[in-house]
């Protein structure tokens, strides 16, 4: 009998294997496109070294937020309510900012009811890698409309779409949101590459991932069905991502790429497919995705992209240390300066 | 010129020396809360105990607003219902406000008003306000700002107040800005000089001095809640402003810029962040708390109910959180301005499905600190929403207080693991009953050592925060959080006993305090009847409330609601005591009166 050496199982910089970042095993419908986007952050987190404690990874509810529960076990987790992880994440950003923060929404839970924080959780710059599922409807509340859905898109027994969509993107971009993307979870190639590079981003990152219902909104009428999807998609770029710990030159075609250097000193860089792109110009890019959508046509890629921009805990002028763990003896103050306040208010 | 009530029986009342009330009428916007709290605080630094009570519209500027200032010798701090010095400047409601006095009370009005003609019972005092601030104030321009000064001069000559202790008090209510200082000091002496040589001397009201106010402040709740938040180390705060809420986290946010920088980068060691809504406010609060922050916020009515779904999971997730609801008068939008305890019942409850919190009910501005300070250890000991129910009245009127003493207490951060003490732990689950008090040990988000990670969420869980639909696991975590909430009991504040140890007993909370401290003493002397009182102070209720009502015949439940939701709380807990509950109910959005709480006790006993 011959035994075949079983390959060493690889791991990253931190010792850990892929199985690490792994959580429970899902729950959702076979096929469904938030599992697939799941997979990419259990590679994306490995690949970029996330050491697990220090991750909180957030949600509100609906399918799209169970995924938490499927990634980073050894993370923390935070179910919370409907729409509402945007203000729970802020929260725990400002309790402490050594935290790296990942949301996992739905459209339904960030376009409907959590529209509202959302908005504000850009205007804020929140430390957060933000992901809408985007399905179009309403999962687990069986297969309603959401506010991303397609005008002329029907539900599986037939009813229309007549209202005009949101598109988290160009309403991200209209905030100045400083880092926008979205992708699509039949395309994990890229969805890797925008994760990874989302990681490595310091203020909010949002990415909006086309991500089939299988079970209430996959049937050909439906623009968020996998194939209409797999049809509709343009690629804007060819994107390529060259984390902090490598130090690889990478060859690029003169006049052909970008590349934008990102604040933990990993470098993403773009080669335009078909027509020249300016991640750089947000009122140019918002044009672009208006015009293509009227087209029947999605854009997938990063859109918008700009380093530098002050985040909450610059707006907030607090200290670096975590406020969760500060000492006592540094937040509370002493006997004299009661002494002193009750003296003002004799 | 004043002139002399014409009745014999409207000067009947004697010479009222150290016990009168006064109130002015004027309009919102108009400046006059400067010239109001300069004529309470001189009578207070002439050591005469005093409160001063704004009544104010929920408008911005121009409708018509009251200030009521009662000194008395004993101490007594509830509104009195009756007025004694009238002060009229406003012509929109000068006919209901003569109308509304008593005979024999002096009434001090802007003379073109004409007011002399409506009633002969009073002691009219025409002031030609607008001449004597001409002569005063060299600027016409200011002439408006400085105008309600002239009657805290005419007031004080006509009361006998000391004009080097008006002038200290206006110092000290424009803090140091010379030029304001010099123009309303002018303002005051016209209208003292003005007094003393036209009006008639009045003998029926009286201010002399005493030493009842040494050493004493002026507050109110608001700030006395901030000062007990800051003294908490509160690390994070989310609000949305709403009346009458607004000024604890303004006020922190001005405290906490002188005392809560980091000496060597000048930066905050709190963060105060507006939200968008008081949604996002309660979600600020639920996942700061969870991540490990002194977290809070401070809202009234309408705020809790929108925060009631982030309540809800905190309760049942188990995040610590500070909620502050300085009850305005609801319901819905309500009155604005106008104070209630009508929130007990939102607050005890607040959320679907079993929710119980634990709930603080400050009655003095010491305990408005105290209660606030305290609310922190107990969010973090028991990891759950505490709420301090506050309202209007202690919130933001100007209330005498002894100073606060320095809160010595090390912070309870409660059952936290850390990495050392998670390798300790063999067994660790995040919902487990280790210690069988209910509480279940935590780990804050960050903590290394690889085995302290859990999931949070809202739905069921079992004892290592696994998603658990199973029925005896879900009972099992209701009744262990009722049994934490009982554990609280321990903790909280105790209520208060006071009395002989009569039949007869009162209980109370909150602002309605000193109506009843007052309504006990006009009991006895007036009425014959002693009277035991217990004020609460905390839910969950200890067993001290219990005995109280059992030891006694009868219990007349004190509150500001028209339906009694104490009383119904206490029902609740205690339902073989129910029919020994008599409500006293006041719910007309002004601060309850000693009155109110004598006739209705009288009414039935009669
Ligand atoms: C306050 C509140 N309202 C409604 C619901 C019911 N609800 C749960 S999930 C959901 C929609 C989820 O849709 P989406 O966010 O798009 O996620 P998906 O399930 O499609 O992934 C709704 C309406 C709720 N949980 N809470
Ligand atoms: S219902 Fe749709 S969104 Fe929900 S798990 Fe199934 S496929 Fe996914």
Redesign the interface.
Known sequence: MTTSATAPVPTNQLGLTKQDYVGAKSTLCPGCGHDAITAQIIQAAWEMNL????V?K?SGIGCSSKT??YFM?????????HG?A???????A???R??LNIVASGDGDSMSIGM??L??MIR?NVPVVYIIEDNGVYGLTKGQFSATADVGSTLKHGDVNEIQPIDPCTLAMELGCGFVARSFSGNPKQLGTILKAALAYEGTALIDVISPCVTFNNHDSSTKSYKNAKDREIPLQELGFIPYYDHEEMELDAGQAMEVGLPDGSRLTFRSVGKDFDVTDRLKAMKEIHEAHARGEFLTGIFHIETGKPIL?D????????????A?D????G?E???A??RE?? | MLTQPSTSECVGGGTLVNDFSIEVATVNGSGSQTANTVLMRTIFQMGVPVTGKNLFPSNIAGLPTWFQIRANHRGYKARKAGIDLMICMNPETAKEDVAKVAPGTVLIYDEPLKLSDLRNDLAFCAVPFQKLVAASCPEPKLHKLVKNMVYVGVAAQMIGLDMDEVKRAIAKQLDGKQKAIDLNQAAVQAGFDWAQAEAPRQTRLRIERLDRTQ?????DGN?ACA?GA????V??V?WYPITPSSSVVEQLID?SKE??R?PE?G???????Q???E???????????????R?MTATSGPGISLMS??IG?GYF?ECPGVFVNVTRMGPSTGLPTRTSQGDVELCAKCSHGDTLHICLYPGTMEECFQFTYQAFDLAERFQTPVFVVSDLDLGMQNWASE??A?PES??DRGKVLDEAGLKAVVDWGRYKDVDGDGICYRT???????K????????GHNPYAL?SEKPDEFKATVDRLKRKFMTARDYVPKPLLTGPGVSRGILAYGSSDPAVAEARDILVEQHGKETDYLRVRALPFTPELEAFIEGHEVVYVVEQNRDGQMAGLIREFYPQWATKLRKVLHYDSTAITAQTVVDQINAFEA
């Not at chain 1, 540094?330 to 103050?333: D, E, H």
């Open positions: 050491e697990p404690h220090r909180a957030l938490p529960t076990s050894q993370a923390w987790g935070f179910n919370s309510v509402r945007a203000a729970v994440c802020t929260g725990a400002l309790a402490n050594s935290l509202g924080q908005v504000h804020r805990h707006y907030t002028h607090t200290v670096e240390e975590p406020l969760a763990t500060i006592q540094k937040v509370k103050p006997r300066v009661l002494e306040c009750m208010l004799m | 050493g004493q402040i002026i507050i700030t000062l800051m003294f908490a180390g690390t994070v989310a405290y005392h809560r980091d980068t930066r905050l060691n709190v963060a105060i962040v939200m968008e809504d949604i996002a406010s309660a979600g600020v609060v639920v996942g700061a708390g969870w991540a490990g922050a977290a779904e982030f999971l997730a100073p606060f320095y090390r912070y804050l988000p960050g903590t290394p050592g690889g302290g990670a859990y999931f949070t969420r809202g739905t998603y």
